[in-house]
């Protein structure tokens, strides 16, 4: 039996890598959140015994520490992140102080014998793009945004932490997710909600820019198989889409599958933050998936449905 810790575990992304882990009667899975952001209802329920969950912050050693001490864990999937564009531009102290996170989870993995560390990066370390698609290897890590640089030093942390101590790791750099649990602090589901009700979908500047969305199966299915077939060691590995689309597209999408209402309402352009071309390169990720990518329709009807469904239980 594996013994694996996930943090943020409430957050959208670790909530389904804990179902999918949990999928496995060979795992105990230990969550840990302090939902910031994310929602205790995203937690999977008992399995048996093998899921337990700490309220926890990670970025407090005396906390996390306590959680290490108790278990001895094979593997630690590290997640937990102050998410969302517009919190994490209004809140770049907080951001920040997520490196001691990292720097815990580093230390109390060294410490206490785990064999491998995940780590959720991101595409903003990519900043804007000088290439497409963006590639893991080639592509520079310009972005000054504090979420990226976090992101950035957390990358140096886990390669500086193999040299020095042969802690294996790998690093997923996560471009757009979404699926039925995602917050509506991000752009599918605000779009989605937007035109159930009827409501203007507001765009920011002109919509050309664009992005890739992978549908949240595809992105657990990829980083399960990585772990469970140990693939990708000490390598970084983009988790998305390839099939890019602007997102005034993905209004008139969202608009059209759900027979809405809704005009798309242009506001100013984000006055930092909103690259203007996202598109990774998804080599790898495609080398360890078995099943075939969804498709966007098909991902955002499913969401689509999902939330129909929340709000038949509201009302």
């Given at each position: 039996?594996?013994?694996?810790?996930?943090?943020?575990?409430?957050?959208?992304?670790?909530?389904?890598?804990?179902?999918?882990?949990?999928?496995?009667?060979?795992?105990?899975?230990?969550?840990?959140?302090?939902?910031?952001?994310?929602?205790?209802?995203?937690?999977?329920?008992?399995?048996?015994?093998?899921?337990?969950?700490?309220?926890?912050?990670?970025?407090?050693?005396?906390?996390?520490?306590?959680?290490?001490?108790?278990?001895?864990?094979?593997?630690?999937?590290?997640?937990?992140?102050?998410?969302?564009?517009?919190?994490?531009?209004?809140?770049?102290?907080?951001?920040?102080?997520?490196?001691?996170?990292?720097?815990?989870?580093?230390?109390?993995?060294?410490?206490?014998?785990?064999?491998?560390?995940?780590?959720?990066?991101?595409?903003?370390?990519?900043?804007?793009?000088?290439?497409?698609?963006?590639?893991?290897?080639?592509?520079?890590?310009?972005?000054?945004?504090?979420?990226?640089?976090?992101?950035?030093?957390?990358?140096?942390?886990?390669?500086?932490?193999?040299?020095?101590?042969?802690?294996?790791?790998?690093?997923?750099?996560?471009?757009?997710?979404?699926?039925?649990?995602?917050?509506?602090?991000?752009?599918?589901?605000?779009?989605?909600?937007?035109?159930?009700?009827?409501?203007?979908?507001?765009?920011?500047?002109?919509?050309?820019?664009?992005?890739?969305?992978?549908?949240?199966?595809?992105?657990?299915?990829?980083?399960?198989?990585?772990?469970?077939?140990?693939?990708?060691?000490?390598?970084?590995?983009?988790?998305?889409?390839?099939?890019?689309?602007?997102?005034?597209?993905?209004?008139?999408?969202?608009?059209?599958?759900?027979?809405?209402?809704?005009?798309?309402?242009?506001?100013?352009?984000?006055?930092?933050?909103?690259?203007?071309?996202?598109?990774?390169?998804?080599t790898k990720m495609k080398s360890v998936l078995k099943t075939p990518m969804t498709p966007l329709e098909a991902?955002?009807?499913?969401?689509?449905?999902?939330?129909?469904?929340?709000?038949?239980?509201?009302?």
């Open positions: 039996m594996a013994t694996i810790l996930i943090t943020g575990a409430a957050g959208f992304v670790a909530s389904g890598m804990c179902d999918a882990l949990l999928a496995d009667p060979g795992n105990e899975v230990v969550a840990v959140d302090n939902f910031e952001t994310g929602k205790r209802n995203n937690l999977p329920e008992e399995h048996k015994g093998r899921f337990s969950f700490i309220k926890c912050d990670v970025n407090d050693y005396r906390d996390i520490s306590g959680v290490f001490f108790s278990w001895k864990f094979d593997v630690v999937f590290h997640y937990a992140a102050l998410v969302g564009v517009q919190r994490t531009l209004s809140n770049p102290v907080r951001v920040l102080a997520d490196m001691d996170g990292i720097r815990n989870i580093l230390n109390l993995s060294k410490n206490t014998g785990v064999q491998r560390v995940f780590f959720s990066s991101s595409s903003e370390v990519y900043g804007e793009p000088f290439e497409i698609p963006q590639n893991e290897r080639t592509t520079p890590l310009n972005s000054r945004l504090p979420y990226a640089i976090v992101k950035n030093a957390g990358e140096a942390w886990l390669r500086a932490y193999w040299k020095e101590f042969k802690l294996p790791y790998t690093i997923f750099r996560f471009f757009n997710t979404y699926g039925p649990r995602q917050s509506e602090d991000f752009v599918v589901a605000r779009f989605i909600r937007a035109a159930l009700n009827h409501e203007n979908i507001t765009v920011y500047g002109d919509g050309q820019q664009t992005r890739t969305f992978c549908f949240i199966d595809d992105n657990v299915n990829a980083c399960v198989n990585i772990y469970r077939e140990n693939h990708l060691i000490n390598e970084v590995v983009n988790i998305g889409s390839d099939d890019e689309i602007t997102i005034l597209q993905l209004a008139e999408t969202v608009i059209e599958l759900t027979d809405s209402r809704s005009k798309i309402v242009h506001l100013p352009a984000l006055p930092e933050g909103d690259m203007s071309r996202r598109k990774p390169d998804i991902g955002l009807s499913q969401v689509i449905d999902a939330y129909k469904r929340s709000l038949d239980v509201r009302h």
